[in-house]
């Protein structure tokens, strides 16, 4: 490979990295101002379905459940199905017992399958009579009048699906999960703005009941379910006054085997869900910006290195790919920084990218060396 050809690989892979984390979301924000697509939300009270899938969440099952009750919404129009995934811990029991005091709890027990399966046999078995399924983790907190806020958007004809906005509470330890995800919703707030979300969160959604569909089971619902309400002409949108909230991974190194998981997941849906058919042409650049060079950071920042190394090699007089190299190494400089706890302005956040990025590539070379697994363990840091 020439010189010029290893440019253009340098350069192209220092673009999409900084078009996926900077420059794409000041192009939503701009595209955002210029044609907001309103929503036409309402107050209105659906018959409502809400599924907790959950797997050994002995600890945190009765908190969860106590919390969906208090939720400022009619009774006789609220049903909870806690779905459990084969839980062998005192979960079953412990909505059991709730169960038997209180009519709108219901608990389902399933064979191991995994989450997406567990959510799928609560709708089968007790979503026929109603309007709306929602959805939760079994570790998260609803808002009183969370409920009611998520389903506003859903008096809109045209919206199909709603996701709430997951607060990350203060981390017990050093992860900067927080930080990363007040971005996250700032950009989730524009893409609603321009017409729909390219992702959710598993703490709060819900779907219109004739709306719902059955994915692979090693599919999460966050990646594509609003994908496929836009494939299926419907809206996928956000709506931040439907707030839960949970707690983070403990540390950073934590978070980086959570992320191995989910990005598993994702890279599955990437490769195999057919993201990219039917789609409207902004949308189709949003999901590619958002999430699948998202995905490749990790494999960009490792080519761009390389090809940076190759330039000093070839062109050792050239002071540009210098001073690019140099960057590229104050940035694992600042990250190990983070990593060793030293206060030093953005050394933590540096860390905490450097290790998701990692986590993209991991995840991809797992998902290729052995497929991902539909089942899931509990992060006990977030419990």
Request: net charge positive; with cysteine.
């Given at each position: 490979m020439g010189v010029a050809m290893i440019a253009i690989v340098f350069w192209a892979s220092i673009a999409l990295i900084v078009w996926t984390h900077v420059a794409y979301g000041a192009a939503i924000a701009a595209?955002?101002?210029?044609?907001?697509?309103?929503?036409?939300?309402?107050?209105?009270?659906?018959?409502v379905l809400i599924v907790v899938a959950a797997y050994n969440e002995a600890a945190v099952i009765e908190r969860r459940l106590e919390n969906l009750l208090a939720l400022d919404y009619p009774a006789d129009r609220l049903a909870i199905v806690v779905s459990s995934d084969a839980s062998t811990d005192a979960t079953n029991d412990l909505v059991a017992r709730i169960a038997e005091r209180e009519p709108r709890v219901h608990l389902l027990v399933n064979e191991r399958g995994g989450k997406i399966q567990a959510q799928d046999k609560a709708v089968r078995a007790f979503g026929s009579d109603v309007d709306v399924l929602a959805f939760s983790d079994a570790n998260c907190t609803w808002a009183p009048d969370a409920l009611r806020l998520l389903v506003r958007p859903l008096a809109d004809p045209e919206v199909g699906y709603v996701c709430g906005r997951l607060a990350i509470l203060d981390a017990d330890g050093v992860n900067k999960e927080g930080a990363y995800w007040r971005y996250e919703m700032w950009l989730r707030?524009?893409?609603?703005?321009?017409?729909?979300?390219?992702?959710?969160?598993?703490?709060?959604?819900?779907?219109?009941?004739?709306?719902?569909?059955?994915?692979?089971?090693?599919?999460?619902?966050?990646?594509?379910?609003?994908?496929?309400?836009?494939?299926?002409?419907?809206?996928?949108?956000?709506?931040?006054?439907?707030?839960?909230?949970?707690?983070?991974?403990?540390?950073?190194?934590?978070?980086?085997?959570?992320?191995?998981?989910?990005?598993?997941?994702?890279?599955?849906?990437?490769?195999?869900?057919?993201?990219?058919?039917?789609?409207?042409?902004?949308?189709?650049?949003?999901?590619?910006?958002?999430?699948?060079?998202?995905?490749?950071?990790?494999?960009?920042?490792?080519?761009?290195?390389?090809?940076?190394?190759?330039?000093?090699?070839?062109?050792?007089g050239s002071a540009l790919y210098w001073l690019t190299l140099a960057g590229q190494g104050g940035l694992l400089a600042l990250a190990l920084l983070g990593k060793a706890r030293i206060r030093v302005p953005f050394a933590g956040l540096a860390w905490y990218y450097t290790l998701v990025s990692w986590a993209t590539t991991k995840a991809l070379f797992n998902y290729l060396r052995r497929g991902v697994p539909a089942t899931w363990e509990a992060a006990e840091g977030t419990r």
């Amino acid at each position: 490979m020439g010189v010029a050809m290893i440019a253009i690989v340098f350069w192209a892979s220092i673009a999409l990295i900084v078009w996926t984390h900077v420059a794409y979301g000041a192009a939503i924000a701009a595209v955002a101002r210029m044609r907001r697509r309103a929503i036409a939300a309402a107050d209105m009270l659906p018959r409502v379905l809400i599924v907790v899938a959950a797997y050994n969440e002995a600890a945190v099952i009765e908190r969860r459940l106590e919390n969906l009750l208090a939720l400022d919404y009619p009774a006789d129009r609220l049903a909870i199905v806690v779905s459990s995934d084969a839980s062998t811990d005192a979960t079953n029991d412990l909505v059991a017992r709730i169960a038997e005091r209180e009519p709108r709890v219901h608990l389902l027990v399933n064979e191991r399958g995994g989450k997406i399966q567990a959510q799928d046999k609560a709708v089968r078995a007790f979503g026929s009579d109603v309007d709306v399924l929602a959805f939760s983790d079994a570790n998260c907190t609803w808002a009183p009048d969370a409920l009611r806020l998520l389903v506003r958007p859903l008096a809109d004809p045209e919206v199909g699906y709603v996701c709430g906005r997951l607060a990350i509470l203060d981390a017990d330890g050093v992860n900067k999960e927080g930080a990363y995800w007040r971005y996250e919703m700032w950009l989730r707030a524009n893409e609603s703005a321009v017409g729909s979300v390219t992702g959710g969160n598993g703490s709060i959604y819900a779907v219109r009941r004739s709306a719902y569909i059955e994915v692979h089971p090693s599919m999460g619902h966050d990646l594509s379910f609003p994908c496929r309400m836009v494939q299926n002409g419907l809206r996928a949108v956000y709506e931040p006054a439907a707030v839960a909230s949970e707690k983070p991974s403990k540390d950073t190194e934590e978070e980086y085997r959570r992320k191995v998981r989910m990005f598993e997941h994702c890279w599955l849906i990437v490769l195999r869900g057919k993201m990219l058919r039917r789609l409207p042409p902004l949308y189709w650049l949003a999901i590619v910006s958002h999430r699948h060079l998202r995905y490749l950071t990790g494999l960009l920042h490792l080519v761009a290195l390389a090809a940076n190394i190759a330039l000093v090699v070839l062109e050792p007089g050239s002071a540009l790919y210098w001073l690019t190299l140099a960057g590229q190494g104050g940035l694992l400089a600042l990250a190990l920084l983070g990593k060793a706890r030293i206060r030093v302005p953005f050394a933590g956040l540096a860390w905490y990218y450097t290790l998701v990025s990692w986590a993209t590539t991991k995840a991809l070379f797992n998902y290729l060396r052995r497929g991902v697994p539909a089942t899931w363990e509990a992060a006990e840091g977030t419990r």
